[in-house]
Nanobody, 118 residues
């Protein structure tokens, strides 16, 4: 069982920035194999993929709605994946979830609230 703990959410004004972190409770040699993703779910909407980064070479992909504003990265030595969010908009308001997949293993964090409002 892998535990994922997200942090870094909060209230920010439009145009502001936040950095989300997701720490995984696994050995580093195992964490490097995990495909890591950030999802979000706004009230009344389905959960959607925001950004993902593969294990190994760390290839990334992003939802069109956040391209150029968000950056996903990972620090394998710290078993942590990050989501740097810049130029935040009110429509980015959601609960953000971390996801880890490796083979048949699929784990989710508890989520962290991001609210973009003036």
């Amino acid at each position: 069982q892998v535990q994922l703990v997200e942090s870094g959410g909060g209230l920010v004004q439009p145009g502001g920035s936040l950095r989300l972190s997701c720490a995984a409770s696994v050995f580093t040699s195992t964490f490097t194999l995990y495909h890591m993703s950030w999802y979000r779910q706004a009230p009344g909407k389905e959960r959607e993929l925001v950004a993902a980064i593969t294990g190994g070479v760390g290839s990334t992909n992003y939802a069109d709605s956040i391209k150029g504003r968000f950056t996903i990265s990972r620090d394998n030595a710290k078993n942590t994946v990050y989501l740097q969010m810049n130029s935040l908009k009110p429509e980015d308001t959601a609960v953000y979830y971390c996801n880890a997949i490796q083979g048949r293993n699929d784990f989710w964090g508890q989520g962290t609230q991001v609210t973009v409002s003036s």
